[in-house]
C-alpha cells in the first residue's frame, strides 16, 4: 500500500473561516510533507516533519499552521486566508527524511478556493 | 544551490512516437533523481527514480539513466499512449535535505490519437 490519504478533496472558505486540511499515511513513513502548488507551476515546499516533530518550515505565513499529531496523521490548520491562497495542497510522505529511501509519496491534493 | 532545469512544452507527439524529456541538475554532493507525473486533477505519482551515477530508473515503459559526467536524467519509452498524457516532473533530493524535492518546472505532454 502507497497511499497518503488527503481529505478533504475541494474545500471553499472565506477570508474569514478556520478550516483544517487533513492527510494520512499508514506506510509507516516517519517524514511528511505538505506542498502548495498553483496552477501551471511545481509543487512548492511548505513545512517538513521527521519523527513528528517540525524541521523545515519554508517562510510560511503564520495563518498556515501544520501539526502532526502522531506518525500517520498530519494537519494543516488555515486561518484568515487570501484569494492568493488558493491553489491545490499536496501531502506527502517519505520512509525517512534525508538519506536514501527519500522517494515521496503523495496525496491526490486539496483543491482550495479562498473567497 | 541546488536546481533541476527541464525542457518547457508543452510536448505534442501522434501515438506510438518516441519521447524524450530533458532534465538537467545542479546539486552538491549526490542527489537522488526522480521522475513524477501528474495527471489533470490529481497528485503526483512517483514514476521512476535512480539514487547513484550510471542507475536506470523504468517503470511503465518509461526509462532515465542517471548521468553524473552530464547531470541529466532525461526520460525517455519508446512508443507513447494517448493515456501517457500529463505533466512530468523531474526532481532530486540530496544527502542532509531532509527529503525536501526540488522540482523542474514541469513538461505537458499531449498525445494524439
Known amino acids: 500500500d502507497t497511499e497518503v490519504t488527503q481529505t478533504p478533496k475541494h474545500l471553499v472558505m472565506g477570508m474569514t473561516n478556520k478550516k483544517s486540511l487533513k492527510c494520512e499515511q499508514h506506510?509507516?513513513?516517519?517524514?511528511m510533507y505538505w506542498y502548495k502548488q498553483k496552477a501551471k507551476k511545481p509543487p512548492e515546499l511548505m513545512f517538513v516533519?521527521?519523527?513528528?516533530?517540525?524541521?523545515i518550515n519554508e517562510s510560511v505565513p503564520s495563518r498556515f499552521s501544520p501539526e502532526c499529531p502522531n506518525s500517520s496523521l498530519l494537519n494543516l490548520h488555515l486561518h484568515a486566508l487570501q484569494p492568493e491562497d488558493s491553489a491545490l495542497y499536496l501531502c506527502?510522505?517519505?520512509?525517512?527524511?534525508?538519506?536514501?529511501?527519500?522517494?515521496?509519496?503523495f496525496g491526490q491534493g486539496t483543491r482550495l478556493t479562498v473567497v | 544551490g541546488n536546481s533541476v532545469t527541464q525542457m518547457e512544452g508543452p510536448v505534442t507527439l501522434s501515438e506510438e512516437a518516441f519521447l524524450t524529456i530533458n532534465c538537467t541538475y545542479t546539486?552538491?554532493?549526490?542527489?537522488?533523481l526522480f521522475w513524477y507525473v501528474q495527471y489533470p486533477g490529481e497528485g503526483l505519482q512517483l514514476l521512476l527514480k535512480a539514487t547513484k551515477a550510471d542507475d536506470k530508473g523504468s517503470n511503465k515503459g518509461f526509462e532515465a539513466t542517471y548521468r553524473k559526467e552530464t547531470t541529466s536524467f532525461h526520460l525517455e519509452k519508446g512508443s507513447v499512449q494517448v493515456s501517457d498524457s500529463a505533466v512530468y516532473f523531474c526532481a532530486l533530493t540530496t544527502r542532509g535535505s531532509q527529503g525536501n524535492l526540488i522540482f523542474g518546472k514541469g513538461t505537458k505532454l499531449s498525445v494524439k490519437p
Open positions: 506506510m509507516g513513513h516517519r517524514a
Open positions: 546539486a552538491t554532493g549526490y542527489p537522488s
Open positions: 506527502a510522505s517519505s520512509l525517512r527524511g534525508g538519506g536514501e529511501n527519500t522517494e515521496a509519496f
Open positions: 516533519y521527521s519523527y513528528e516533530k517540525l524541521s
